[in-house]
């Protein structure tokens, strides 16, 4: 999904709450550097959210992004020629799929491909994350080819 496309998606005029779907590829440790490993997830989400905002925010301290620039606040965060949805997930929302070489694996399973700091990743500060455009599958009733 280009830029543009997700921008009329998500309607960018406020904050929003919709269906995302997603793809990533995840880099392995490096005993597994031959293997291809990718999730799949999906999520209710909010767009438009001002991460100072949150709830979860109240006593923490918040500044500039902690990389990369914004492309359009509070949407979209551009790096290194690459554009990133800037999401909000919904607890208890987030489903995701995973697979090794193509094959659909368990959790523990694919975590065994990665680095133990990379097994060992919490859950993102009020559930913001930023997607690659490029891995959007679809937004609202939006699908991305």
Same mark, same amino acid.
């Given at each position: +999904? @280009? ?7 998500i309607?960018?005029t406020?904050?929003?709450s ?12 490096? #005993? ?5 490993? *990718?999730?799949? /997830? /999906?999520?209710?989400? +909010? =767009?438009g ?5 949150? #709830?979860?925010?109240? @006593?923490r301290e918040? !500044? ?12 979209? %965060? $551009?790096?290194? !020629?690459?554009d990133? #949805? &800037? ?5 208890? $929302?987030?489903?995701? =799929?995973y697979?090794?070489? !193509?094959?659909?694996?368990? &959790? @523990?399973?694919?975590?065994?491909y990665?680095?133990?700091?990379? #097994?060992?990743?919490? &859950?993102?500060?009020?559930?913001? *994350? $930023? %997607?690659? +455009?490029?891995g ?8 991305a080819?």
């Open positions: +999904m @280009d830029t543009q496309d997700y921008l009329t998606a309607n960018a406020g904050v929003n919709l269906p995302v779907a997603w793809q990533s590829e995840v880099k392995p440790a490096a #005993a597994y550097k031959a293997h291809t490993l *990718i999730k799949q /997830s /999906s999520a209710v989400v +909010m =767009t959210v001002e991460f100072a905002n949150l #709830a979860v925010n109240s @006593d918040t !500044g500039e992004l902690p990389w990369g620039t914004w492309l359009d606040y509070p949407f979209v %965060v $551009t790096h290194k !020629g690459q990133y #949805a &800037r999401l909000y997930t919904v607890d208890g $929302t987030v489903k995701t =799929t697979y090794v070489d !193509g094959f659909d694996v368990t &959790r @523990d399973e694919f975590n065994a990665l680095t133990p700091s990379a #097994a060992a990743a919490k &859950r993102p500060v009020g559930g913001t *994350i $930023t %997607v690659k +455009m490029s959007l599958r679809m937004v609202g009733a939006a699908v080819a």
